[in-house]
């Protein structure tokens, strides 16, 4: 997303006023708004049986007989599922692709958000489709489908060998694999989940088990000569290639890279790892022992914990600060560089960094209402519907887009850090 060319004017700039659509249309779903604030959208019933999505108070010229799961493309395009005569197909800004399908779902999209992948189901097979065109080999099951940063790769958990639901002995032979463009690997296993492509999209790193107890990671279709009792989703090197994973051995969890593990502390749980950009620095979320979570980086542990969850675990841009939301004793919070925001939130969702990493920036909400905190101190304005906030290319603004005069106006606001 080209965000130095979004505007940054400070102020306010009404964008809709969703009392219009409630007086307008019978049914209105839940509204989405552009990355860049601009556009604020939702799923609204024109007439009996017919849907149409209404963007800033202005439908699609196409109806439809239904619509569901309406998102905004990195690059402030509405795209949505829309149905007519019970076949399936994507829309963007209303207008949809040339193929229809009997069900399509699991939209995802190239970072600059020119490339779409979705899953399709006919006839009972499955398959990818990318900006319209689908794979063209089919497979009785597809499922964790996974797109590269560029968009020009799609991968998805296939069924490579069929089997019948009670055919315990085939299924013990393996009869799951990746599929990369629809072409799959050589190798089969018994279950292939969450899978990872390296930056430049040339290579694909997943979770498989091998037999009933043997757990590895998979790059590229070949196992790691190391297996364990049990694996999460593995990630890569962004400079050096390699590929990483939590692993379990006898004595607990920690982090393998290329099957060696390289951390010495064992944890009672630890996932969801990840790099900084310059790859020497590794966060994840672990439990040093059961019911306490907490962020270890390059194995070394923060010194607080929480008792309940911890999750939306980021890296800063220059990779020296982490940051996540975090849940104890009912009451959530957010935690940067090891220490607490102010706490007693009903909700936190995931923190921002700014460009330059000297700013954290995060949703919560209390009592019904929404607000955004900066660097622990809240703007002055609630809203009753907020989205995530955005920071400026040069770190010195933030871009606040929500809802607020009784839910009625949905408003783009940007502010000055400074004041």
């Known amino acids: 997303m080209n965000y130095s060319q979004w505007d940054w004017n400070v102020g306010k700039k009404v964008i809709a006023d969703l009392r219009h ?3 307008t249309y019978g049914f209105i779903e839940e509204p989405y708004v552009s ?37 905004f493309k990195p ?45 399709a189901q006919k006839e009972n097979q499955y398959f990818a489709v990318t900006d319209g065109s689908p794979w063209k080999q089919i497979y009785p099951f597809l499922t ?31 009869c799951y694999t990746a599929a990369v463009n629809g072409k799959t690997w050589d190798n089969n296993f018994l279950n292939v989940w969450e899978m990872s492509f390296s930056p430049d ?7 498989v088990r091998r037999t009933l107890y043997d757990y590895t990671i998979v790059v590229d279709g070949q196992p790691w000569d190391q297996n364990f009792s049990s694996v999460w989703k593995p990630q890569f090197n962004p400079t050096d290639g390699s590929v990483s994973a ?28 990840q790099y900084s950009a310059d790859g020497k620095k590794i966060a ?25 969850l911890l999750t939306d675990l980021v890296i800063s841009p220059d990779g020296t600060r982490i940051a996540c939301s975090a849940k104890s004793d ?47 101190k809240p703007l002055e304005i609630d809203f009753s519907a907020v989205w995530e906030p955005v920071f400026s290319p040069e770190s010195d603004k933030i871009m606040v887009k929500g809802i607020c005069e009784n839910k009625s106006q949905y408003c783009r606001h940007v502010f000055n850090l400074s004041g």
């Open 144 to 174: 964790n489908l996974t797109v590269s940063d560029d968009g020009k790769n799609a991968a998805a958990v296939v069924q490579s060998i069929p089997f019948n639901s009670g055919d315990i002995f085939t299924f013990q032979q393996g």
């Open 201 to 207: 999209g040339q290579h694909l790193a997943a979770e």
């Open 21 to 23: 659509w409630r007086n």
């Open 330 to 376: 009912g009451q959530w919070t957010i935690a940067v560089d090891g220490n607490c925001w102010n706490t007693g939130y009903d909700m936190a969702w995931a923190p921002v960094f700014s460009p330059d990493s000297r700013h954290v920036a995060a949703k919560v909400e209390k009592n019904g209402r929404f607000f955004i905190f900066i660097d622990n």
């Open 35 to 71: 990355p860049d604030g601009e556009k604020i959208a939702a799923i609204v019933k024109t007439e009996d049986m017919a849907f149409s999505v209404c963007e800033n108070g202005e439908l699609w010229e196409k109806q439809f007989d239904k619509i569901w799961s309406l998102r």
């Open 284 to 308: 994840a979320i672990v439990a040093p022992k059961f019911g306490q979570w907490t962020v270890a980086v390059n194995g070394k542990i923060w010194p607080l914990t929480f008792n309940n």
């Open 75 to 119: 690059d402030n395009s509405p795209i949505a599922f829309v149905s007519e005569d019970n076949m399936w197909t994507v829309a963007i800004a209303g207008q949809p692709w040339k193929n229809w399908y009997d069900f399509v779902w699991d939209t995802r999209f190239s970072h600059d958000g020119k490339h779409i992948t979705v899953a």
């Open 246 to 273: 939590p692993v379990r051995d006898t004595a607990g969890w920690t982090l393998a890279r290329n099957g060696e593990v390289i951390w010495d502390q064992r944890f009672f749980q630890l996932w969801h790892h």
